[in-house]
């Protein structure tokens, strides 16, 4: 069964950054389209960042030249480098494969706190 375990969140300043990480076990990525989630108290979940198998990344025009989305096939996880953040940034952030068949059961995020 295939799972994904996030890691990496904190608190931090406005401006500061953080690199979540997200690591598979029962898969490789090189299989999957993964995205970067996020859920802020009282929202839905949105979608922040996606990479593919082929390298096509994607991102919310929120975090947009602030974000970077990257892999390593050898580690088997997924990263977000998340630079300038801002509080609106904070949230719960959650990887899965962003496409519904493929899609495995979620994890327990990482917190994500941005104070200004």
């Known amino acids: 069964q295939v799972q994904v375990v996030e890691s990496g969140g904190g608190l931090v300043q406005a401006g500061g950054s953080l690199r979540l990480s997200c690591a598979a076990s029962?898969?490789?990525?090189?299989?999957?389209?993964i995205g970067w989630y996020r859920q802020a108290p009282g929202k839905q979940r949105e979608l922040v960042a996606t990479?593919?198998?082929?390298?096509?990344?994607n991102y919310a025009d929120s975090v947009k030249g602030r974000f970077t989305i990257s892999v390593d096939n050898a580690k088997n996880t997924v990263y977000l480098q998340m630079d300038s953040l801002k509080p609106e940034d904070t949230g719960v952030y959650y990887c899965n494969d962003i496409r519904p068949s493929f899609a495995v059961n979620w994890g327990q995020g990482t917190q994500v706190t941005v104070s200004s």
């Open positions: 990479i593919s198998s082929l390298g096509s990344l």
């Open positions: 029962g898969s490789t990525f090189s299989s999957m389209i």
